[in-house]
């Protein structure tokens, strides 16, 4: 994706977005498990990086590093959670903030925003879970919760007409989806109960009634990054890729929840990198 067609989404996202700020080397932008600020006058920001190389690093080890056109401290925005990581400038860098009021009207004004968002998720996604397999320590106890993202039935009638795809029934221990495979529908779980896993190393994720899993294939048309198991029967709502993207385009709130999701991922999965 273009730092061009970052930028113009970026600056087009808000109406008092802030102009370009310089930074030294060795500032920190933000700390790891600062709490979000809810106060008009400290909002939570994400920066757009312009020139220069900002660290991010969690329990004092570097876990990545933003480099100039992309965007950085976004899931404080998203989730109003503590930060998962550190933000330190590496070199001197020039950045743009986007407060999280900029950031919500962003979404409700340039849909592609969103969709840009979510590309960044999950690229960052794809990398911690590369870093996670080769540490071998994606088993543990840092399980997601089961997820309720949407109400079944809003999404339902969402979807409806957008595709031609009926729910679909899987027994008990039926596989959904398998990671490496390609992969041409997200699904949405109207009925029963999912596991997701990633490499072979233990649950990551349960999904019941109003749970989503499946879309990150979706949105960088790349091989699956997880696989799915039906833990009971269930019933699914699969999605293909161009009724997910109008729904995006279309909702604000759908977006809005499915970054969250991406976000909460993302920030269990940062939690277990050594």
Excluded: W
Aim: aromatic share 6%; glycine share 8%; net charge positive.
């Amino acid at each position: 994706m273009s730092s061009v067609f970052i930028t113009c989404a970026v600056t087009g996202a808000g109406d008092t977005t802030g102009k370009s700020e310089k930074v030294p080397a060795g500032k920190v932008f933000f700390a790891e498990n600062e709490k979000a600020r809810p106060l008009l006058f400290m909002r939570e920001k994400m920066f757009l990086l312009l020139d220069g190389e900002v660290d991010l690093v969690a329990r004092k080890k570097i876990i990545g590093t933003v480099k100039k056109g992309q965007i950085f401290g976004e899931m404080a925005s998203i989730t109003h959670a503590p930060r998962s990581a550190s933000a330190v400038a590496k070199t001197a860098c020039r950045v743009i903030a986007l407060d999280d009021k900029q950031f919500h009207a962003g979404l409700q004004k340039k849909p592609d925003f969103a969709l840009m968002l979510m590309s960044i998720m999950i690229g960052r996604l794809r990398e911690t879970i590369a870093k996670l397999a080769e540490q071998t320590t994606l088993q543990g106890e840092a399980v997601v919760k089961e997820s309720v993202v949407f109400d079944p039935q809003r999404l339902t009638e969402l979807a409806d007409g957008l595709g031609s795809d009926e729910p679909v029934y899987f027994d008990r221990g039926k596989t959904i989806m398998q990671e490496g495979h390609a992969g041409l529908r997200m699904y949405a779980v109207l009925e029963g109960k999912v596991a997701v896993s990633i490499s072979g190393e233990g649950v990551v994720e349960r999904l019941g009634p109003g749970g989503v899993f499946g879309e990150l294939a979706l949105l960088d048309q790349a091989p699956r990054l997880a696989s799915a198991v039906a833990e009971t029967d269930c019933q699914l709502l699969p999605i293909n890729r161009t009724a997910f993207l109008m729904i995006v385009k279309t909702n604000p709130d759908f977006a809005k929840s499915m970054l969250g999701a991406l976000a909460e991922r993302l920030r269990v999965l940062t939690a277990k990198l050594k």
